[in-house]
């Protein structure tokens, strides 16, 4: 799957409060078959909030093996997550069926996120004080 951190004038993260769990992640999905990974983070971030990105740079990989199932409704499934850092470039704010709102959060003021996402998060913010950190890999 691919994820995109999209990070505005104010350093506030975008963020998709999920349909199926009721809480907070980043923009992303799953790749589709004949689909590069920068495909699908560009995707699956317009279906999901209106808005179309460019990628900028791999954040890096996490695995959902390194962390517990607990609200994630997909629990029989093992995922590799592609973070990339984007940019928006046009579009407008919009839920979908797979997103009931879309928002912007601060560092220091994030919601109840969904299974996984504070650690890519956390990264993404770190990248963001130091570009010449290198990508994450578990």
Known sequence: GCDVFVVNERTELLLIKRSDNGLWALPGGCQDLGETAKECAIRECFEETGLVVEIEALLGVWSSQRYPYLTYPWKDNEFSHLVFKAKIISGKETPSNETTE???????????????????????FKWLKDQTIPAYFE
């Open 102 to 124: 879309v928002g912007w959060f601060s560092e220091n003021a994030l919601p109840d996120l969904s299974d996984g996402h504070p650690p890519r998060i956390e990264y993404g």
